[in-house]
């Protein structure tokens, strides 16, 4: 039991290159198959977090790769979706980097003589989960105003949760015990 929740983890990382390959198969319902691939990694994500949990198997490695696999899942989600113009590449951009600047900020602390990782809040939480509805709409209703106002949301729910883990680390900082 003690490496489940790890490995759930990398299957969800090998559904990223899964997820390019059949949303770009050319199938007419190619989009839709991405999209339970998309929602399958998010179901992973709570199975594996759940399993770590309940059974007291949480790792510092698994701190780590899960949301790498997360922010990878998104990413590629949301390139796809660029990559036919079903979003605005700007709003890509604004997501690699602020996702980019999050792995970048994560692999220096982790690898710090004390490491460190800054555990997921209720911010970013609720920004995966407004992401998950976001890119189902994108995918199942992508001309629907509420699409808009879902994605719209979804990356000012980003933003914020953007905002509170750089004042959560900012605090750790200032009193010498960064998390």
Known sequence: MKHIPNAITIIRLFLVPLFIYVFFSGDPYSH???LVIYLIAGITDLLDGYLARKYKVVSVVGTVLDPLADKLMLLTALWCLAAIDAIPFAFFVIMIVIEGF???SGIYLYTRP???VIPANKFGK???VLFALAVSMMVL???S?????VVLLALVAKIVSFTSY????LRGRDKGNVI
């Open 126 to 128: 609720s920004a995966t």
């Open 141 to 143: 209703l992508p001309d």
């Open 102 to 104: 999050q792995i970048l």
């Open 32 to 34: 839709v198959y991405a």
């Open 166 to 169: 750089m004042i959560l680390y």
């Open 114 to 116: 004390q490491k460190a």
């Open 145 to 149: 105003p509420l699409t808009l106002v």
